[in-house]
């Protein structure tokens, strides 16, 4: 029967087109495996610990027999409250330029209801999602505050805006991101380099970012804050990197660790991060002068005034960008768009500090066109007023230095609560 067909002209060709068609076939799902696609299905895991954790399969950080790159990871949390200063679509918009563009792997808190929009933002790129907390006041330093919380809240300068839920996503940070890296090392076996804390809405416009922080970089500024420091190599990794957005008033040198917080615009609690034993050891600074200061009757509720305080008593392990920086202002004409030139958002400046060579040369041009966008009328005529130049990038701060200049060489405050 085989031979008939064969022999028969027309029933030849017809099987040479099956053949040839099973072979495309072949091919494509070949193709496919080997440029990387994976239908994976997401998984569900469950730990003692940490509950419920949702995740898409990471890929591996190195490859074998070359030189890696640190490892990074950010991780990040968005408790949607009954009283926002934001609407949620403009988180919603936020978290897609956050979570859909930036490559790098991420960590991310948030109640059930929320996780599917997470995991949309997403998409396909590596990201644990962890559901266990409803409410901020469900994470572990935080449980049983809310009357607390309610009671400060007459302390706050800013109540009109602020309320108790927003305090605890505030102070919850520090906590977050030290339970992250320990339940990745400990239940996943995944060792990351560096891991920083990163707000879900802090990518509000535009951008070029996406293997950010930039690995090379990072690598770069600790070694240059450790330079700083005189520190030995080991000591790079005791290193707290955080932006900064102004210094300390000089009355701030009489500032002793009975006064409290310090209420002044110095510290950004929007990014901050290092190695996993110097973010072990910020969490557990952080809630020990929580709450005692709590205990005291003092306004902990804003997480910045409480980071101050503790860049006054620790501050040979703070470095940070400052794009204030009186110094790095040098060649930038006092009627440009900002102390650096054309910087976007100055609060977010970090991200251009920390991006890579390239992603920075990109947001140079792009800031420059919106800035000229913006520039054309009226004032296309007044060339002085339009002479623009591209966004600078500092240096790297040490906040004992920082502290020196404004108070006097030597300058220093005992603590004497035990951290321990």
């Known amino acids: 029967m085989l031979s008939l067909i064969i022999r028969n002209p027309r029933s030849r060709r ?28 997401t998984l569900t895991l469950t730990t003692p610990n940490s509950g419920p954790q949702t995740s898409s399969v990471l890929p591996p950080t190195t490859l074998a027999g070359e030189p890696r790159d640190p490892r990074i990871l950010l991780v990040s949390a968005l408790f949607p409250l009954a009283k926002s200063k934001h609407t949620h679509a403009e988180y919603e918009d936020w978290l897609s330029r956050f979570l859909g563009s930036i490559t790098t792997p991420v960590y991310f808190y948030a109640p059930p209801s929320f996780a599917s929009t997470v995991l949309s933002a997403r998409g396909s790129l590596p990201i644990y999602i962890n559901t266990t907390f409803e409410s901020p006041f469900d994470v572990p330093p935080l449980q049983g505050l809310q009357p607390a919380y309610e009671h400060i809240r007459t302390l706050d300068r800013e109540a009109f805006r602020h309320n108790p839920e927003l305090y605890a996503v505030w102070n919850a940070k520090p906590w977050l991101l030290d339970n992250a890296v320990r339940y990745l090392r400990e239940e996943r076996g995944e060792v990351y380099d560096y891991a920083f804390w990163n707000d879900a809405g802090s990518f509000r416009s535009d951008h070029h970012y996406t293997r950010w922080p930039d690995p090379k970089r990072v690598e770069e500024v600790w070694k240059t804050g450790a330079t700083h420091t005189g520190a030995e190599e080991k000591q790079k990794d005791e290193l707290l990197f955080f932006p900064l957005t102004g210094t300390f008033s000089w009355l701030k040198r009489y500032w002793r660790e009975d006064d409290g917080p310090v209420d002044a615009e110095i510290s950004e609690g929007s990014f901050f991060g290092g190695s996993s034993e110097t973010v072990a050891w910020w969490s557990k600074v952080y809630y020990v002068y929580h709450d005692y200061y709590l205990r005291n009757g003092y306004f902990v509720g804003k997480d910045q005034t409480l980071i101050n305080s503790l860049f006054l008593l ?30 976007g958002n100055p609060w977010f400046y970090y991200q251009f500090f920390l991006a890579s060579e390239i992603d920075r040369e990109k947001m140079q041009e792009q800031w420059m066109r919106e800035l000229e966008d913006r520039t054309e009328w009226p004032w296309k005529g007044w060339r002085w007023w339009l002479q623009r130049q591209g966004c ?8 004992r230095d920082m502290l020196w200049d404004a108070f006097g060489k030597g300058w220093g405050v005992k603590n004497m609560i035990d951290v321990n």
């Open 14 to 41: 017809n099987v040479l087109y099956v053949l040839a068609l099973l072979a495309v076939v072949y091919l494509a799902c070949t193709e496919t495996a080997l440029l990387g696609y994976d239908r994976s299905p």
């Open 314 to 343: 620790f501050p040979s392990r703070i470095i940070g960008t400052w794009i204030g920086d009186p110094s790095a202002r040098t060649g930038v004409s006092r009627f440009d768009s900002g102390p650096l030139g054309a910087c």
């Open 392 to 399: 600078k990038l500092t240096r790297v701060v040490w906040m």
